[in-house]
């Protein structure tokens, strides 16, 4: 490894290749991303097995579970639209709600189940919702995207039990209570400004999608019969509430064999299966449905999550490259050499290492790691040290871009174009990081 200029150098070299490969050249994004990766590799003077290694390490890693969470999740979402479950669900929300209150529903319901489930679990989950409602409503699907999105990247980065925030509040030694609620004083705000009022102010401007039918409600798709609000709103939670017990289990239970099997039913492998096998008995038996159609609607919802995972795939393999050649310590060197304060060094290295290698989680443990012995130093208080466990995520919040598997995750998932990916979402999680480090920045006299 050279200096930290170089690194910096190389780093943004590689991101600005991958933008290039993919906005001017028109490269699938799964060949950019691994030719980045080889190439990114190489010029840090790394192995050439040594790159290959990594590149096998960080997509099977990410493809371990996530290929499986996509594939269960598109099956569902595929059964949901297939029986009319997602428009009957929409058009309950608005009327129930009005067009105009649909965006702040949205955002309750990101921070309320953002706070028990994964964001990319959640909004696989909904995704097929946001669609519809944007179909019906005769709106771009960012208009509603960008509320539940705010939500649930908010709570993902600055609560527990996501693993970000809990890494975090180990190596500080945050206190949970105070972090949950700082956490959420910081992250709604955020929530708003990056969600309804974001997408109030980008709805009527060019670039951010088109209004109509997204790919997975084409025609030609196979239909079963309607099977009503109460049913489809029943697969929808599912997932949700055993994932939500089981996560209360694994905190509050005795180890036993009732703690084991809650664990068990909550996991999202478990959860999801559980409701697509769910929903197929009701589709076969109650609805009607032949098993042929729903080996047909299965297989068609399955179709684009196969390209789904290899992107995912491709942009973690870029990742792993970038953190097995040292390039998160030197962009740290060059943060340290910065004489700033601790929640604005926190801020700025959570930041940076976002950026350079996409990953939120490793981004936060990063930045604890090194602000640890800052805090140790300063005496901080508790009420400070969680401001600062806020600072971490904020800046792990920002700039989500192709290096990162949630930009790939809403581009496929919402029909976006990268561009139009850039402009709503990257756009809203930086309002949102920024709106949460500010927050932080405006509590921190006062505590």
């Not at 569902?76 to 067009?99: N, P």
């Not at 028990?116 to 409503?137: C, E, K, N, Q, S």
């Not at 997975?216 to 049913?231: I, K, R, S």
């Not at 012995?373 to 300063?378: D, N, Q, S, W, Y």
Request: hydrophobic letters at 55%; a neutral charge; proline letters at 6%.
């Amino acid at each position: 490894m050279g200096e930290p200029w170089h690194t910096l150098l190389i780093v943004t070299g590689s991101i600005a290749a991958v933008i290039l490969l993919v906005l001017r050249l028109k490269l699938q994004p799964f060949v950019a991303l691994l030719l980045v990766a080889l190439a990114t590799g190489l010029v840090f003077g790394n192995d050439p097995q040594a790159v290959i290694a990594a590149i096998k390490k960080g997509t099977g890693e990410a493809l371990g579970s996530v290929a499986v969470v996509i594939g269960l999740g598109a099956v569902l979402g595929g059964m949901l639209e297939a029986s009319g479950g997602v428009q009957a669900i929409a058009r309950r929300l608005l009327d129930l709600f009005g067009q105009k209150r649909v965006p702040w529903a949205l955002t309750a319901i990101g921070i309320i189940i953002g706070v028990p489930l994964f964001f990319d679990v959640a909004f696989i989950i909904l995704a097929p919702l946001l669609t519809t409602l944007a179909v019906r409503a005769e709106r771009r699907v960012t208009y509603f995207a960008l509320p539940l999105l705010a939500g649930l990247m908010t709570m993902h980065a600055l609560l527990p039990p996501h693993p970000g925030p809990v890494a975090v509040a180990e190596l500080l030694h945050t206190d949970y209570g105070r972090m949950a609620l700082y956490g959420l004083i910081c992250g709604i705000p955020s929530a708003i400004l990056a969600g309804p009022v974001f997408a109030k102010l980008a709805h009527g401007a060019p670039g951010y999608g088109a209004i109509g039918a997204p790919p997975m409600l084409d025609e030609g798709a196979p239909q079963t019969n309607a099977v009503g609000f109460g049913p489809a709103l029943a697969a929808m939670l599912l997932p949700l509430a055993l994932i939500l017990i089981g996560t209360v289990a694994s905190e509050t239970m005795a180890p036993g064999l009732a703690r084991s099997t809650l664990v068990f039913l909550g996991h999202p492998f478990t959860a999801l299966i559980l409701a697509v096998l769910g929903a197929m008995a009701w589709l076969r038996f109650v609805a009607g449905a032949g098993f042929e159609t729903l080996s047909k609607i299965s297989t068609r919802a399955l179709e684009p999550a196969g390209l789904m995972v290899l992107i995912i795939g491709a942009g973690a393999a870029y990742k792993e490259v970038l953190i097995d050649s040292g390039a998160g310590k030197q962009i740290t060197m060059a943060v340290q050499a910065a004489q700033v304060s601790i929640p604005v060094f926190a801020f700025l290295l959570s930041a940076f290492v976002r950026i350079a290698q996409g990953s939120a989680t490793v981004s936060m443990v990063t930045a604890a790691g090194l602000a640890a012995p800052l805090i140790t130093a300063a005496g901080l208080g508790p009420d400070r040290i969680a401001l600062v466990t806020v600072a971490i995520g904020s800046g792990a919040t920002i700039a989500s871009h192709v290096n990162d598997t949630g930009f790939w995750l809403v581009k496929q998932y919402l029909g976006l174009t990268e561009a139009q990916t850039f402009r709503s979402w990257t756009i809203g999680a930086t309002i949102a990081g920024l709106t949460s480090f500010a927050m932080a920045l405006l509590l921190w006299p006062f505590v």
